[in-house]
């Protein structure tokens, strides 16, 4: 994951990556130590000049 791309391909089945891998033990240690993943709209406001999303 932390690896340049060698190629501009979308890789394997069988290759693991962020969209395929199982984050449970990455939640597990964010819980442990407070860490928690602000939505769009909660960086908007303190940060107006953040580019919201328009959904």
């Not at 990455?26 to 303190?46: C, D, H, N, Q, W």
Request: hydrophobic share 40%; charged share 30%; proline share 11%.
């Amino acid at each position: 994951m932390n690896e340049p791309a060698q190629k501009m391909e979308i890789p394997s089945d069988d290759v693991l990556t962020y969209a395929s891998m199982d984050l449970t033990k990455t939640m597990e240690i964010f819980e442990k130590y407070g860490v928690r993943i602000l939505s769009p709209e909660e960086v908007a406001e303190p940060m107006p000049e953040f580019p919201l999303a328009k959904h």
